[in-house]
C-alpha cells in the first residue's frame, strides 16, 4: 500500500477543506436564493447560462459546471415550471433545446447578484488580493492537473 507524501497529505488536507468550503458556500448560496423560491442548485444552473451569455443545453450547463448531467436536467425542468428559463428550438439536435434565462428569471438572477455581492464584498475587505489571486490560481491548477491524473 502506497504511503502519501508530505506533499500528498497536504493536497489531502486542502481537498477536506474545499469540502467543507464547498458546504458552507452551499448553505450560503440557499440562504441567498431562498427569499425569491430558489436554491444554490438552482442558482448554479441559471448562473452557467448566464456567464455563457448564450442559451445552453443541458449538457453544456452540466460540464461547465462539472455536475451530473440528469441532476442539471431535473433543475432546468423544474426552472422552466418557475418560468425562470425558456426552452429553445436547436437547430443543431432537434431532442436537446437550448435554454435561456426568461425576463422573470433575469429579474431574480439581478436580485440575487446583488445580495451576493453585497455579502462577497464583506468578506473579501479582510483578505488581500494578491493572496485571493493566489488561492484562485491555485485551485484551477489543481483542478487542471485532477482532470488530466485521473486515479487509476
Known sequence: MEKR????????????????????????????????????????????????????????????????RQGVQRIVNDLEK?????????????????????????KVMAKIDKAQAQWVNRISRTLGEGELEQALQTLRTIRDRSEIHKPE
Open 5 to 68: 507524501t508530505r506533499r500528498g497529505e497536504i493536497l489531502t488536507e486542502l481537498i477536506l477543506e474545499i469540502f467543507r468550503v464547498n458546504g458552507e458556500m452551499l448553505d450560503i448560496g440557499n440562504d441567498l436564493t431562498r427569499p425569491h423560491g430558489l436554491t444554490s442548485a438552482r442558482w448554479q444552473v441559471m448562473g452557467a447560462v448566464e456567464l455563457a451569455g448564450q442559451a445552453l443545453t443541458v449538457s453544456q450547463i452540466a460540464r461547465r459546471m462539472g455536475l451530473a
Open 82 to 106: 418557475m418560468e425562470l428559463v425558456i426552452a429553445e428550438r436547436n437547430l443543431d439536435h432537434k431532442r436537446a433545446p437550448l435554454f435561456s434565462i426568461s425576463k422573470a428569471g433575469e
